[in-house]
Each structure stands twice: as structure tokens, then as C-alpha cells.
């Protein structure tokens, strides 16, 4: 299987190869075609963009930033929680071998796409060229806004995270502190100031800093795995890789496991920073996909290893998961004896999810202002704009932090509110994804043309394409499921309301106002022919 093809060509289709339905142009391996002219130069020249901002990121920083966005080990450690319960080992090891594939069909089928349209709107622009011509505006709106609606919700998990973690160690070392969500919020206010600062501010630095994170990122791994596995007692080897442990409430094993593996997807969600990223990486068509590609092979590894030595340094499961503010704090303490020790590998992962928080706040501000850049958001004008002297949408930047302030402020009325909000990150990404993946099998299905960028999916595309949309499809469904049962209003998974409303909103505004100004992505694929 060849994922990436490096042959010249100019927007004619080989009728030797498998798959006679795509075309693909295909530049040198320097970035430059055959007449010289750069790569990044004509992919944006055939999307009718021009260059407003200044391609700061090669493969290794991309692929850094990336990595440590998606940050999946460090995730896995305060996300196991719905996984064990809904059928311990086997939900949290079978369950994550299963979405990991899943992502891995998804990730390439995007990546594919990524090569072909290097752009920072990502998926709406892939929309609107796979789409028929009378649907891919509204097509392309509607994945655009689900995209933005995603990354937001996104944006403020790593905010969130490091407030509500802090108020862990600190209950940890004090007994007698009881956590306040005002002060949660107040935390996470200080995070955000200091993400949106790199984010701004030391912007040049950046890229540099994602390559030292990704080094972080590694060996912080092996800082908190060498130790705790040498010194916790250890599991049996049933309870890690056959006990079936259903904790849910729920009747039926397999609902619980199809619940407690949807789980596992937000791990993997995060790849496609690097699309939103593109009109600031060099060689965009080739770092993009790879980044993307091997950010699920690094992550999907170390975030393996992980649940793997979360089980068989899980002690006992009461005890863990009743007695201790937050259970992988339980699983740290039982096994160092130290509240020093526990505290220092907990402050590691509070500074990762900090790191990652740069680089969420960063996609997340490029996708909606290329989404901006086509009218597709309210004041549009506005968040269009690039600040001259810094080459960066200021005014997504700031959208974006405010909107992670606001919901830090909902955490104060109800954890159960913003614990909601949160929980759309993977129905909101996923969804984006599926609109395009679903047209990209129509075409080929259809045998109608598509000109591919220079990384393809050859002769495995539309398989690959299937798995890929219903992996996604299944997730998503099982993404509104509750945790648990009964249902109280504690317990209950509000995700699917708030993602019902503001897509309910997103369509009024459509249809009384945004058909009218939303112009769509330019497109111009015959500019080889």
C-alpha cells in the first residue's frame, strides 16, 4: 500500500492505475514543479487566496504541533474514567484498538484531502469541491460550521483541564480545601491569558517551542510511566486483558462497551490542526498529510502503552475511583506513597495540556478565520482581518478566547453545563469530518474525476473511505449516549442538546441571514490543465 505518490504529472489522470477515478498533480519532492514555480505558491493561487499570513511551521514543528495538541497519553489519564466503567479492561484496551483504527481511516481520508486543498478552512473546503454544484454552499457552510463549533468547544478543554487539576492537587495536599468552581474558573482565566500571550505576543517563537514540546511530550511519557509502574502494586493479568467489568448500570455488555469505546475517540481528536495550520507550513501539500499521519502512529502508540499501564497499576477500583478527587490521582499516590511524587507527575501533565492549549487556540483561531474569510460567521468583516505586523488573524485569536472565557463562566453555575460543552468536541469534529469523507466516496463511487494533491490513498481510497465514515457515524451516535445509568440530572449527557441548539441556531441564521452573504470558498482546479 502506497500512501504517498511522488510522480510529475499535470492534472491528467493515468489510465494505468487502479483508481481512474481522482487525478492527481503532482509536483518534485523540492515543493517546486517542473517550470520552477513553488508549491505553496500555486496551491494558493488555484484556491483564488491570497497570502496574508507567514509559513512559520516545516514537517518537524508541524509535526510537534500536532502531536502535542493531540497529546493522547496525557489525555488518556484523566479520560479513562468512562472506558473502565463500561467494561474495565476489555472496553479501555479492544476499545481503543478499535478507535484507533477508526482514526487511522479517518486521519488518511483527511489527509488525502489536505494534500489536495493545503488551506486553513479545512474540511468546508473540501466540501465545496466534492459537493454537486447546487448543494456546496450550503454543504460547505453547514461543515464549516460544525468545524467551528468543535474547535471552539476544543479550545477550552486544556483550559479547563488545568484549573480543574490544579484544585486536585491542592485538595490532595490539603485535606481540608474544598474545590469552588468560581476558583476553577479563575484558574482557567490564567491559562487562557497565558495561552492567548504565546499565541500573540511570542508568535514567532511558536514553532520553535512545539519542537521542544514534542520532545516534552516523549519523555515526560517515560517520566511518568518508569516510576509508576516500578512501584504499584501490580494487577493481574485478567484484570487487564479479559475481565469484562460493567460499572455503567446498563443491561447490555455490548451497548456498555460501544459506549465506554467511544470514549477512547477523543483521544485521537486533534490531527486536523495541521490542516487549519496550512497556509503557515512550507511544502503545505506533502508536511500537512504527513504530519497528520504520523502524529496517529506517535500518539497512538504512547496512548496505548498507556491504558496499559493504567490497568495493571490500577489497584483497587473502589478505592480509586471514590477516594480521591480525581482516580488517576488515586493510581499516582497509591503507587509512589508520596504526596510530593504525585503532585511533580501531575504537574507534568498539567503543563502538557497547557502546551496543547497553545496549539488548540491557534487551529482553532485560523479555521475561523478562513471561515470568516468566506462570510461564513456573524461580523465576518471583522474576524476576516490579519494584523500587518504580527501576520495573524488578531481578531479570531480574540473571538477565541473569548468564547473559552464564557464557557469558564458556565463552569461556575455547573460543572455538568461546561462538562456538556466539552463532550462536543468529538460529535462537532467528527461530524465535520464525515460530510466530506461521505462526498469523496460519491465521487469515486460515481467514477467522477477529483484531482488529487501529491499524498494519495492510490488504489485504497474508497475502502479506506468507508471504514472511515462509519467509524464516524457510529461514534457520533454513541457520543450522546450517558455514561451511566439511571439517568439523573447529574448524570446526564447534555451533549446532544447543546449540539442540536447551536446547530438549530446555526441554520436559522443561514437561512434568514447567511445564504446571503456567504460567498463559499473560490476554487479553481483546471489552473494545471
Not at 160 to 173: D, E, M, T, W
Not at 328 to 357: D, E, H, R, V
Not at 363 to 377: E, M, N, T, V
Request: glycine share 8%; charged share 10%; proline share 4%.
Amino acid at each position: 500500500m502506497s500512501f504517498f505518490n511522488s510522480h510529475r504529472q499535470k492534472g491528467v489522470a493515468s489510465e494505468q492505475k487502479p483508481d481512474t477515478n481522482v487525478e492527481n498533480y503532482d509536483l518534485g519532492l523540492n515543493g517546486e514543479d517542473a517550470q520552477g514555480v513553488d508549491r505553496d505558491v500555486l496551491d494558493m493561487r488555484k484556491m483564488g487566496v491570497r497570502q496574508e499570513t507567514k509559513r512559520r511551521f516545516g514537517l518537524v514543528t508541524i509535526l510537534g504541533f500536532t502531536t502535542t495538541m493531540m497529546c493522547t497519553w496525557e489525555s488518556a489519564i484523566p479520560f479513562f474514567t468512562t472506558a473502565f466503567i463500561n467494561g474495565g479492561g476489555v472496553s479501555m484496551i479492544y476499545g481503543y484498538i478499535f478507535a484507533f483504527f477508526g482514526a487511522l481511516a479517518t486521519c488518511a481520508s483527511m489527509a488525502e484531502m489536505a494534500s489536495m486543498y493545503p488551506i486553513s478552512g479545512g474540511q468546508y473546503h473540501w466540501t465545496a469541491l466534492l459537493a454537486p454544484p447546487k448543494h456546496a454552499k450550503f454543504l460547505s457552510w453547514l461543515t464549516g460550521w460544525l468545524s467551528t463549533l468543535g474547535w471552539q468547544a476544543a479550545a477550552s478543554t486544556g483550559t479547563y483541564l488545568g484549573g480543574v487539576i490544579i484544585q486536585a492537587l491542592v485538595s490532595l495536599n490539603y485535606p481540608s480545601y474544598e474545590p469552588q468552581r468560581w476558583q476553577g474558573t479563575l484558574i482557567l482565566f490564567a491559562v487562557l491569558i497565558v495561552t492567548l500571550f504565546v499565541n500573540t505576543v511570542l508568535i514567532k517563537l511558536l514553532p520553535g517551542l512545539e519542537g521542544v514540546v514534542l520532545i516534552l511530550h516523549v519523555i515526560g511519557f517515560f517520566a511518568v510511566l518508569i516510576p509508576v509502574v516500578y512501584l504499584a502494586p501490580i494487577s493481574p493479568n485478567a484484570f487487564v486483558w479479559s475481565e469484562f467489568t460493567n460499572l455503567s448500570g446498563y443491561s447490555s455488555s455490548g451497548l456498555s462497551w460501544l459506549i465506554g469505546q467511544s470514549a477512547s475517540a477523543v483521544l485521537f481528536i486533534g490531527y486536523d490542526g495541521a490542516c487549519h495550520m496550512a497556509e503557515e507550513v512550507e511544502n503545505a501539500s506533502i508536511n500537512v498529510p504527513r504530519a497528520m499521519f504520523f502524529t496517529i502512529f506517535i500518539n497512538g502508540a504512547l496512548g496505548f502503552a498507556t491504558y496499559i499501564f493504567i490497568l495493571y497499576c490500577f489497584g483497587d477500583p473502589e478505592d480509586v475511583l471514590t477516594n480521591y478527587p480525581m482516580p488517576f490521582i488515586g493510581i499516582f499516590y497509591n503507587a509512589l506513597q508520596s504526596k510530593a511524587g504525585t503532585t511533580a507527575l501531575t504537574s507534568l501533565l498539567i503543563a502538557m495540556y497547557i502546551f496543547a492549549t497553545f496549539g488548540f487556540v491557534a487551529s482553532a483561531s485560523r479555521q475561523a478565520w478562513a471561515f470568516s474569510r468566506d462570510h461564513g460567521l456573524p461580523l465576518s468583516k471583522v474576524f476576516r482581518r490579519v494584523d500587518a505586523r504580527w501576520a495573524i488573524p488578531v481578531w479570531t485569536i480574540a473571538l477565541t478566547g473569548v468564547i473559552n472565557a464564557l464557557l469558564g463562566l458556565i463552569n461556575i453555575g455547573s460543572s455538568v453545563a461546561f462538562n456538556a460543552i466539552v463532550s462536543l468536541v468529538v460529535s462537532s469534529y467528527l461530524s465535520s469530518y464525515l460530510i466530506p469523507i461521505v462526498l469523496m466516496i460519491m465521487k469515486r463511487l460515481r467514477g467522477e474525476r477529483v484531482q488529487l494533491g501529491p499524498w494519495t490513498l492510490g488504489r485504497w481510497g474508497l475502502p479506506i473511505n468507508i471504514i472511515a465514515a462509519a467509524y464516524t457515524l457510529m461514534t457520533v451516535i454513541f457520543t450522546f449516549f450517558p455514561v451511566a445509568l439511571p439517568v439523573t440530572k447529574e448524570t446526564m449527557n447534555y451533549s446532544c442538546v447543546v449540539y442540536g441548539g447551536v446547530v438549530i441556531l446555526g441554520l436559522i441564521y443561514y437561512v434568514t441571514i447567511g445564504h446571503k452573504t456567504y460567498i463559499g470558498p473560490k476554487i479553481d482546479i483546471n489552473i494545471r490543465d
